[in-house]
């Protein structure tokens, strides 16, 4: 079977030959490159990328792009530019102009955020006037694209990115003006959030009508930013109806989540969401691989297991092999698996190490 075979049973709840290997290259590549990268039109759907992943034997899912535009009426316009080293986003309304600024870090290599879209109150309302006058438009001739360059390699995740109050804590306000805000002005934090839901829905739905049979979408979520109680309040009910179009449409879903994990897990299987994508297990993450599928359920498929330190050369090879094993014997009690970075393969790793996880579930993740 290939890897893309055995993906796609995973998500119908079948049980393939053997777990299947997807890895996350995009920031690794980018970073042996050496070069700085565009911010604005970061893709991993190019036949460099591919290609790499059928160097190393895994296949190739995420920042494959998306199957749709966005645009805004009533006067809003939204900019994008690179000046040198320096990455602007601006949005420009008839109420105020508010921007962020990134700044390209060679050490990283990375845009490092300089300066917030959202700092304070007025700053918000301004983005809300945005967000409540955007729109969509599909591009579903993109996932022809996808399947040209990556389909014979792994499957596309098409994205619709961030949920409302992700796009506040990991865009556009930052943790902690986010949570400043929720206390001190907890009812335009709140119609922000049910706006841009609201407009988020309306992506759904277009994506409901695409050819892609997965979606992708991020907050990058951690529980020690989005607590239970706080996700329960601001986020369940728009996870649980982004499963439920989706479902509806036949589509299965992935949420991103890359942090830690321990109490939100399990909500979000609750949710409906049938892919925890970048489950990160300790040493970097706050729960083991046993712990983890304990509180996601027997139902969410769990896709990750590699923690990012473990990557690098301090780990040694017997370690990371040992390492990788703990993931794969999650086999042994459910089938809904998948072995891939916790997070992102990082800068420094060996292209050796990165081949060697193939040969691991080559041996180890057989069924």
Not at 30 to 40: N, P
Request: charged share 25%; aromatic share 10%; net charge negative.
């Amino acid at each position: 079977m290939t890897e893309r075979e055995r993906i796609l049973k995973v998500l119908k709840g079948e049980t393939p030959d053997r777990v299947p290997w997807f890895a996350d290259l995009g920031h690794w590549y980018r970073a042996e490159s050496g070069e700085r990268w565009d911010l604005f039109t970061i893709n991993n759907c190019t036949e460099e990328i591919t290609d790499l992943h059928k160097e190393v034997r895994a296949g190739w899912y995420i920042e494959a792009g998306s199957l749709h535009e966005e645009y805004y009426v009533d006067g809003v316009v939204r900019e994008k530019e690179l000046i040198g080293d320096r990455a602007v986003e601006r949005f420009k309304t008839p109420v105020g102009e508010i921007y962020m600024e990134r700044k390209w870090s060679s050490l990283s290599f990375s845009w490092d955020i300089t300066k917030l879209m959202v700092g304070n109150i007025d700053d918000l309302k301004i983005l809300l006037y945005a967000v409540e006058r955007r729109k969509f438009r599909p591009k579903y001739e993109n996932w022809e694209v996808m399947e040209r360059i990556g389909g014979e390699v792994g499957l596309g995740f098409p994205s619709i990115g961030y949920t409302g109050l992700g796009s506040l804590m990991s865009y556009y306000m930052g943790i902690q003006n986010t949570i400043y805000a929720l206390c001190d002005e907890p009812e335009l934090l709140e119609r922000y959030i049910g706006i841009y839901n609201t407009n988020h829905l309306e992506l759904v739905d277009l994506y409901c009508d695409s050819p892609a049979p997965h979606i992708f979408f991020t907050d990058n979520l951690s529980s020690d930013v989005q607590p239970p109680e706080l996700f329960r309040k601001y986020s369940f009910n728009h996870y649980k109806s982004i499963a439920e179009h989706l479902h509806k449409a036949g589509k299965t879903v992935s949420a991103h989540i890359d942090g830690m994990l321990n109490g939100i897990l399990g909500i979000i299987a609750e949710a409906g969401i049938d892919v925890a994508d970048a489950c990160t297990p300790t040493p970097t993450g706050d729960l083991i691989p046993a712990a983890i599928r304990k509180q996601a359920g027997g139902n969410m498929v769990l896709m990750g297991g590699i923690s990012p330190s473990v990557w690098l050369p301090a780990t040694n090879e017997k370690d990371f092999i040992s390492h990788v094993r703990n993931w794969l014997d999650l086999k042994k009690t459910c089938s809904r698996l998948v072995q891939s970075a916790g997070d992102q393969v990082p800068p420094g790793t060996e292209l050796k190490r990165i081949k060697l996880v193939y040969d691991i579930v080559e041996e180890y993740g057989r069924y």
